[in-house]
């Protein structure tokens, strides 16, 4: 398996796994649109998009955004995303791909790494601690939906 930062050129692969994990968390699909979103992200380096790689064969994705943490003076990556395919879950992928976002945050002198998951995602939650990942009881997340004029 090859962990690395993908480019442009994987977006034909990497455009159908987005859709895959969308439509995993209950969006229709929509692999144009998918496309379209990953290509204004890697272009415009919005984001770092670690892949893993089988044999040609992209079977896993996350995706970091940056933020900043004004108190301790420094950069935070959110772990945004992270998918495996199901033939491939359960052989290591999921965890490769967290110890590569880890040494990307390390590398570019991040703070830390955060992420959120869905309460009943146990499959996640597990890995996740299983790796050292701590879940935060200092703070609530709130989030507000912009309203839209359509």
């Given at each position: 398996m090859e962990i690395r930062a993908l480019k442009e050129k994987d977006l034909p692969q990497l455009a159908n796994l987005f859709?895959?994990?969308?439509?995993?968390?209950h969006q229709a699909s929509n692999v144009d649109a998918a496309r379209l979103f990953l290509e204004q992200r890697l272009r415009h380096g919005d984001?770092?998009?670690?892949?893993?790689?089988v044999?040609?064969?992209?079977?896993?994705?996350?995706?970091?955004?940056?933020?900043?943490?004004?108190?301790?003076l420094g950069r935070i990556w959110i772990l945004n995303d992270l998918y495996v395919t199901a033939d491939a879950r359960n052989r290591g992928v999921?965890?490769?791909l967290m110890h590569a976002a880890a040494e990307y945050g390390e590398m570019t002198g991040a703070k830390r790494l955060v992420l959120a998951t869905q309460v009943e995602n146990h499959a996640a939650q597990h890995l996740?601690?299983?790796?050292?990942?701590?879940?935060?009881?200092?703070f609530y997340q709130y989030e507000f939906e912009?309203?839209?004029a359509d």
């Amino acid at each position: 398996m090859e962990i690395r930062a993908l480019k442009e050129k994987d977006l034909p692969q990497l455009a159908n796994l987005f859709d895959q994990y969308r439509v995993f968390y209950h969006q229709a699909s929509n692999v144009d649109a998918a496309r379209l979103f990953l290509e204004q992200r890697l272009r415009h380096g919005d984001s770092a998009i670690l892949g893993a790689i089988v044999h040609d064969v992209l079977v896993g994705f996350t995706q970091l955004y940056p933020t900043y943490t004004s108190v301790g003076l420094g950069r935070i990556w959110i772990l945004n995303d992270l998918y495996v395919t199901a033939d491939a879950r359960n052989r290591g992928v999921g965890a490769a791909l967290m110890h590569a976002a880890a040494e990307y945050g390390e590398m570019t002198g991040a703070k830390r790494l955060v992420l959120a998951t869905q309460v009943e995602n146990h499959a996640a939650q597990h890995l996740y601690e299983k790796l050292g990942w701590k879940r935060d009881e200092a703070f609530y997340q709130y989030e507000f939906e912009i309203p839209r004029a359509d």
